[in-house]
């Protein structure tokens, strides 16, 4: 079955550090979902990416689709003390199911 | 709009007993998911539902989970008998449409605690 990674597990930076988390698929996706689950709460959707080769930007966040549609990344540029939390992607197969991937928890150090 | 609702928040139980819970999707949304996401684990799909038929259910343990969605509204996912294993936190999620490409809005969640 469809298998989504996601890399690294954690992160840690120092405020004002950039971050990056990385999701690849095993197989061709339709389309991608990101979410952030704050510790203690529920995934939030921040945005999807359905064309290949897409990017996406949201302030300092930038989302991008891989051409093959089969991975996806999620940069944060000059991460501040509210970006903390885990952040998923979502891959959608053709067949209109979904895989999570595990996740990267960002932790961000004043 | 009002979120999506789930109750109880918390549950302890023994291994071995019952338990339900339950959720009430954001008005009007079509599909409703059960997933069970273990602590340091991404969300896993249990069970989608779209209105009251089941879409997809193939990573349900179907000797002990059930889920039920009558009416194409509220639903309730059961867990008879419970395993240690069982511990974790169960979201319900909702969205407008069907398939992938609605966004998925979350519940607070049921914490399970299988003791």
């Known amino acids: 079955g469809q298998q989504v990674m996601q890399i690294p597990q954690y992160q840690h930076v120092q405020e004002g550090e950039d971050f990056t988390t990385y999701c690849n698929s095993s197989t061709t996706l339709s389309n991608i979902q990101w979410y952030k689950q704050r510790p203690g709460g529920h995934p939030v959707f921040l945005i999807q990416?359905?064309?290949?080769?897409e990017v996406k930007k949201q302030k300092r966040l930038t989302f991008q689709f891989g051409e093959a549609k089969k991975n996806s990344s999620l940069h944060i540029t000059a991460t501040q003390t509210t970006d903390v939390g885990t952040y998923f992607c979502a891959g959608w197969g053709n067949a209109g199911k979904s895989t999570f991937g595990d996740g990267t928890t960002l932790t961000v150090k004043p | 709009e009002a979120g999506v609702a789930q109750s109880p928040r918390y549950k302890i139980i023994e291994k071995r007993q019952s338990v339900a819970f339950w959720c009430n999707p954001i008005s009007g949304h079509a599909t409703l998911y059960w997933y069970q996401q273990i602590l340091g684990q991404g969300p896993k799909l249990l069970i989608q539902f779209q209105n009251n038929g089941v879409v997809d259910d193939s990573q349900l343990p179907k000797d002990r989970f059930s889920a039920e969605r009558l009416k194409g509204v509220d639903s309730t996912l059961k867990i008879q008998p419970a395993k240690l294993e069982d511990s974790a936190v169960y979201l319900c999620?909702?969205?407008?449409?069907?398939?992938?490409?609605?966004?998925?809005?979350f519940g607070p969640g049921t914490r399970l605690t299988v003791l």
């Open positions: 999620a909702s969205s407008r449409g069907v398939g992938g490409t609605d966004t998925q809005y």
């Open positions: 990416l359905v064309k290949s080769g």
